[in-house]
């Protein structure tokens, strides 16, 4: 009877105390990094759907974008998140850069105020972030203010972060430039677009989970 009594008192905590909340896991990146391919490329993975909006033109995604509950699995293990999809960082944003885009000076003006607010809820998340994915295009210098910005802002927050090297199947990716800007960090070289080496950056996703 006693034998009954703890394993029904053990089972009670372990259900109202022992469930873990799920992992959020943010992306984050400069603008056009593929930050929403590859937000797309797990969501569909797992789940079979998209959750983004991707787009050539920069700050394409100016709201948090969550999608909740994903499990992702891996060598006979599992987890559960919440994968959450931030806006693109950027040192400056000018209206001007968005008329290359055909569209006319209100429209510009107003994408550039979307992306500014953008910005600043991105770095707002970052506290409530469990771990980060910073996504790169490895097609270009990775030896940027905007990403040398995000990556100190992760450091001083002691976040868990997991370096993508995105665009490999472009020609010109160099995945090492990116390891040498960032040796602090484990990098995976990755297509969120084809899905090349999703795999690996499932494996690695694992190794800096907490």
């Keep these: 009877m006693i034998k009954n009594i703890t394993k029904f008192l053990n089972n009670l905590f372990s259900s109202v105390f022992g469930k873990k909340k799920n992992i959020k896991l943010g992306l984050y990146g400069p603008p056009n990094s593929g930050k929403s391919t590859l937000a797309n490329r797990i969501s569909k993975d797992w789940l079979g759907e998209e959750m983004s909006k991707v787009s050539k ?12 509950k994903i499990e992702v699995k891996s060598k006979g ?33 107003q994408r550039a105020k979307e992306a500014t607010k953008g910005v600043i809820e991105s770095i707002k998340w970052l506290d409530s972030m469990d771990c980060v994915l910073v996504v790169l295009d490895s097609t270009i210098n990775p030896y940027s203010q905007v990403n ?3 990556i100190g802002n992760l450091a001083a927050r002691d976040i868990p972060v997991l370096v ?23 990098v995976v070289g990755i297509s969120a677009e084809y899905g090349h080496n999703m795999e690996d950056l499932y494996n690695a996703l694992f190794k800096i989970v907490k």
Aim: glycine share 2%.
């Design 57 to 68: 033109i920069p700050h394409e995604t100016r709201d948090i974008v969550v999608k909740e």
């Design 77 to 109: 293990k599992s987890m559960i998140f919440n994968l959450i999809d931030t806006p693109g960082i950027a040192t400056k944003i000018d209206y001007e850069d968005f008329l290359k885009f055909n569209m006319n000076k209100k429209e510009a003006k």
């Design 148 to 150: 040398i910005t995000i």
């Design 164 to 186: 993508v090297a995105n665009k490999v199947d472009i020609k010109k990716s160099n995945v090492r430039k990116v390891e040498d800007a960032f040796p602090q960090y484990d």
